[in-house]
């Protein structure tokens, strides 16, 4: 009963380099998203992904791109970070658009030195 | 655009006490949801509610409450009899009818509980 599970939990990255998260959800979810929690504020939506090879910018959506290759999975791709990306990234999914409650993923604790 | 405001950033009472958390929510759209999520300080977000634009009835489920009232666009959010364990950030979302899980959330109002 894995839920939404998110890879890595934890990650340090220098300026500059890249690096993938990886959600992946065993819901048979439709719609997938991704937001960012910076200290002190709610979460603000990056990119999300309304069914398999699509996706599309939601509010934040500078510096990241994605990918929804399987319907399973949603990467977040940082191409090369900057201490801005300093974050805590949350991946969530949902059924469908109307009347599906997001399920969230427990979080990858990003720090860009 | 739509908003999320919680202007209450912090709160502190101390245990047995009831709290009341406030939201105030802006959106252009006629139908809508609303969702209050828990994060506790393991970081996982938790979700306590959804509510639809049509439905302002109250609701309650154990010790928590909701207070939707449409003409003041407010939801906001009752713990009665508060607990320790109740210490948390709490947020409201707002999204858009046709994509639920499109939110705008609040900037969370962090409640600590007192024994």
């Known amino acids: 009963n894995a839920g939404v599970t998110q890879t890595p939990k934890f990650r340090v990255l220098k300026t500059g380099q890249s690096m993938t998260l990886l959600c992946a959800q065993d819901?048979?979810?439709?719609?997938m998203y991704w937001y960012r929690q910076d200290p002190g504020m709610g979460l603000r939506l990056i990119h999300y992904?309304?069914?398999?090879?699509?996706?599309a910018k939601g509010e934040v959506p500078d510096g990241y791109n994605v990918s929804r290759l399987k319907k399973q999975n949603f990467l977040l791709g940082l191409e090369s970070a900057a201490p801005s990306q300093t974050s805590v990234y949350f991946c969530?999914?949902?059924?469908?658009?109307?009347?599906?409650?997001?399920?969230f993923g427990q979080g990858t604790r990003l720090t860009v030195v | 655009a739509q908003k999320v405001t919680q202007a209450q950033t912090e709160i502190s009472v101390v245990e047995k006490e009831d709290v009341t958390l406030d939201c105030v929510y802006e959106?252009?759209?006629?139908?809508?949801?609303l969702f209050w999520y828990k994060q506790p300080p393991s970081g996982e977000l938790v979700f306590l509610i959804r509510?639809?634009?049509?439905?302002?009835q109250n609701e309650i489920s154990g010790r928590y409450s909701w207070n939707f009232q449409k003409s003041t666009s407010s939801f906001n959010f009752t713990i009665t009899a508060s607990q320790v364990v109740d210490s948390a950030v709490y947020f409201c979302?707002?999204?858009?009818?046709?994509?639920?899980?499109?939110?705008?959330f609040g900037d969370g109002t962090t409640l600590t509980v007192k024994p």
């Open positions: 969530a999914s949902s059924y469908s658009g109307q009347n599906g409650e997001a399920f």
């Open positions: 819901m048979n979810h439709e719609y």
């Open positions: 992904s309304v069914g398999e090879g699509t996706t």
């Open positions: 959106t252009r759209d006629t139908t809508y949801y």
């Open positions: 509510r639809n634009s049509f439905d302002e």
């Open positions: 979302a707002l999204s858009e009818a046709a994509n639920a899980g499109k939110s705008t």
